[in-house]
């Protein structure tokens, strides 16, 4: 095989040529050349400007490099880059990942193991800098141009690099790292973007040696601590999101042990980086990845991210810093309770005898499902969730010793495993693409969501209480209206314009029925839902152009996929 040749560019816009310049230059040698926006007066567009940077790739080069203008090169860029093409000739390399993302916590496993590169997860594939074999890269300049003023180019990166079959790797550490610098793009509202581990002076070597098939990824986003858990079987790659904490209950762990130690209660930044940590402890002995990493400078920075990356969208430079060093300590200890926790055993995700299922065979049901199960409801009930679908979504529940079902009546139900082509999924959707969020019907029409985690709880708590009464409604304290729910996913998802459309489309669900009693309540919180529905429907939905059939499914339980960023 003919030794590899990379072509190299900068991409970026009139506005910033003159860092794009000077990154170009700070690379010996001369490989670099900058490429503009072909249309820099449009409206703004990295797809547009990426696609002319893959389309620049020159005569007899076997990969093409793309790096943005707002980046930090490694000492060793070029050297690792050539290494690694080299030793993973048809994959496509991300050189970034940000700190809060699956990605960027991939590179933490990678980085516990001692691996170069780690497979990428599903979530967007990272495109700040990024290396291509030239045969993909041809490819996806094709595939863009087919889609241009609609999702970004990292989302549709990974839709087709998925859809094509090509190995997808992040580099373990970082070979750049994000300058902030103002984003024409509109990415500004996100907060500080830094490297889940950038270790400037990192030395080329054992490019070949990779970490994949991760099963489960533990990171911190928006001061929330989440879990991106594979679901096993055979079929497409499908990923669940799960709370942190209830994943660990359901895994066997304590109370006690989810708590940080220490006397009163923690902050979010805290309780997150703790619960982060000890699940990344836990589940890498538990997948024979807990290599010691003794001075490891990529294991030592990668874990001093966790907590300033999952505050960083609400955190100003200043706050990240002076919280940086205690969030470490607090990473490091949850490191190594979870290796003890998880040392010398293997508790089961789910016991036997749990209840029995009918109309989870999707997406929502599969959330639903492992909700019940994390929260060990084991009782022999019968739960049907077919009618989540209806006109008026329903579920019924039948404990074992008992021949009259409980109805609950929903009102929206969104979150993981929903379909975009419900009333809160469209606007979700979106807000996504940087459209106009649209407050369908009357503005002022009362809205009852549900989210998914909160219906599963309701369920939970008519198996433990038998409540009197069958029929009851799973809603709210207080509705909202739909121009307040539109106002939401503003805040929750992208600061895009809402624009109200009377009468659009039908009106909004609302259960007719008396509330569940007490000992329920709804536990999260509107923004924290919208966000992890966004996400969901970012990375999740399978591309309707990806060769596989899309599952039907109108209503909220549907099991329709396309994707999308976040």
């Not at 079902?405 to 929903?410: D, I, K």
Request: charged share 20%; proline share 10%; aromatic share 6%.
């Amino acid at each position: 095989m003919a030794r590899p040749r990379l072509s190299a560019v900068v991409m970026t816009h009139p506005r910033r040529r003159a860092a794009a310049e000077e990154l170009a230059l700070s690379v010996d040698g001369g490989l670099f050349r900058v490429v503009m926006d072909p249309d820099p007066t449009g409206t703004p567009s990295v797809l547009r400007t990426a696609l002319a940077a893959w389309s620049s790739i020159e005569e007899g080069a076997t990969h093409q490099l793309v790096v943005q203008d707002d980046m930090v090169l490694s000492e060793t860029f070029l050297d690792r880059v050539r290494s690694a093409v080299e030793e993973l000739p048809d994959a496509a390399l991300a050189l970034f990942a940000l700190w809060d993302s699956r990605n960027g916590a991939a590179v933490r496993m990678g980085a516990m193991a001692g691996a170069r590169w780690v497979g990428a997860v599903n979530e967007y594939f990272p495109c700040v800098a990024i290396v291509l074999p030239r045969r993909v890269a041809e490819g996806f300049v094709a595939y863009g141009r087919q889609r241009l003023g609609g999702w970004p180019d990292d989302i549709l990166m990974h839709r087709y690099l998925t859809a094509r079959g090509v190995p997808r790797y992040v580099a373990v550490p970082n070979l750049a790292e994000h300058e902030d610098r103002g984003s024409i793009s509109g990415n500004a509202f996100r907060g500080p973007r830094r490297s889940v581990c950038f270790v400037p002076g990192d030395l080329p070597g054992q490019e070949g040696r990779t970490l994949t098939g991760l099963s489960v990824v533990p990171f911190f986003k928006h001061s929330v601590a989440q879990c991106a858990v594979r679901v096993a079987g055979p079929g497409p790659e499908r990923w669940l999101h799960l709370d942190t904490e209830q994943y660990l209950r359901g895994a066997g762990l304590p109370g006690t042990l989810l708590r940080p130690p220490g006397a009163g209660a923690p902050g979010p930044d805290v309780r997150g980086t703790w619960l982060t940590a000890l699940a990344m402890g836990f589940e890498a002995v538990r997948a024979g990845l807990d290599v010691p990493p003794g001075a490891s400078a990529a294991y030592a920075e990668s874990v001093a991210t966790i907590g300033t990356g999952g505050i960083s969208n609400n955190s100003t430079e200043e706050h990240l810093a002076h919280r940086r060093a205690p969030l470490a300590k607090v990473a490091h200890r949850a490191l190594e309770a979870g290796r003890e926790a998880a040392d010398g055993r293997r508790p089961p995700r789910r016991r036997p005898g749990g209840p029995v299922r009918h109309g989870a065979a999707n997406p929502l049901g599969e959330h639903l499902a492992r909700r019940l199960a994390d929260l060990s409801e084991r009782s022999a009930a019968v739960i049907d969730l077919t009618a989540l679908g209806s006109p008026e979504p329903r579920v019924t529940v039948r404990p074992p010793d008992e021949q009259v079902p409980y109805t609950l009546h929903v009102g929206e139900v969104y979150g993981p495993g929903c379909s975009r082509r419900s009333p809160i999924g469209r606007m979700v959707w979106d807000a996504l693409r940087s459209r106009p969020v649209v407050a369908e019907g009357d503005p002022d029409a009362e809205v009852w969501p549900v989210y998914v985690t909160d219906l599963a709880d309701a369920i939970a708590v008519v198996l433990r209480t038998r409540p009197r009464g069958r029929d009851f409604a799973v809603v709210p304290e207080k509705p909202c209206t739909a121009a307040e729910l539109a106002q939401a996913v503003h805040d929750a998802v992208r600061p895009v314009p809402v624009r109200p459309v009377a009468g659009a489309r039908p009106g909004w669900r609302r259960p007719v029925a008396a509330p569940l009693p007490a000992g329920w309540a709804p536990a999260t919180g509107r923004a924290r839902g919208l966000h992890a529905f966004a996400q969901w429907l970012a990375y999740e939905e399978v591309p309707e152009d990806s060769g596989r059939p899309s599952p039907a499914g109108e209503g909220p339980a549907g099991s329709s996929r396309t994707s999308s960023g976040s």
